[in-house]
């Protein structure tokens, strides 16, 4: 089956930093994937998408990549601010079906003031 | 808009007992999603619909039951409540269509004794 590995629990951060979240994947061939911010006792809210034939995707101050050949997704969040202190997680679908999503355990980013 | 909407926020169960979460929309959005979210785990898919009238199973249905007579409402019933089931539960929805984002409630936590 397949398998997400978000390969930081956690993950801290001086203000002002560019912080990198690193999603990886095995026995699955995903169409695309996309991130969520998670805050604390709220459900998840969609940031961006990356399709399996883009590399790079950007809004405002966050960046994504996207390499099938290393099933490797990183997720960038420049010049942080501790508003972005929060969960993210990653999750992988693909195009047909009911955008049935597979998520990763997320990784919790502490930006430090 | 008010976006997806759950009851109970939290809820405390005793083994054996039922009931049922509630979910609903306001987007006019086709498919729906049951989630589990355990410490650690990631989110997991329960069942979903691709509309009225018509659900499947997701990743660990087992214990769960779902209904969708209406666009709208999507319940998620358990039966014969267990300790493995204390959980918090996330209902999403998204369009049916290429944009892909799941549009998340802000979740039940329920604790099975």
């Known amino acids: 089956s397949q398998k997400i590995e978000q390969n930081s629990e956690a993950l801290n951060i001086q203000e002002g930093k560019t912080a990198t979240l690193t999603c990886n994947y095995t026995?699955?061939?995903?169409?695309?994937l996309q991130w969520y911010r998670q805050d604390p006792g709220r459900g998840p809210v969609f940031l961006l998408l990356?399709?399996?034939?883009?590399k790079e995707k950007r809004k405002e101050r966050l960046k994504v990549t996207f390499d099938t050949t290393l099933k490797q997704s990183l997720f960038h969040i420049t010049a942080s601010q501790p508003a972005d202190s929060a969960t993210y997680l990653c999750a992988l679908g693909k195009e047909t079906g009911a955008n049935n999503l597979f998520f990763g355990t997320g990784t919790r980013l502490t930006v430090i003031p | 808009n008010a976006g997806v909407t759950q009851t109970p926020k939290f809820r405390i169960l005793k083994i054996g007992q039922s009931m049922t979460l509630q979910c609903t929309q306001d987007m006019n959005h086709n498919y729906m999603y049951w989630y589990r979210q355990d410490p650690g785990m990631g989110l997991k898919l329960i069942y979903y619909?691709?509309?009225?009238?018509?659900?499947d199973k997701g990743e660990v249905p087992n214990g769960y039951n779902v209904s969708r007579s209406t666009t709208e409402d999507f319940p998620l019933r358990l039966e014969l409540a267990a300790p493995s089931q204390t959980s918090v539960y996330f209902c999403?929805?998204?369009?049916?269509?290429?944009?892909?984002?799941?549009?998340f409630g802000p979740g039940t936590r329920l604790t099975v004794t």
């Open positions: 990356i399709r399996e034939n883009e």
């Open positions: 026995n699955y061939s995903p169409a695309y």
């Open positions: 999403a929805s998204s369009y049916s269509s290429s944009s892909r984002e799941q549009y």
């Open positions: 619909s691709v509309g009225a009238g018509i659900t």
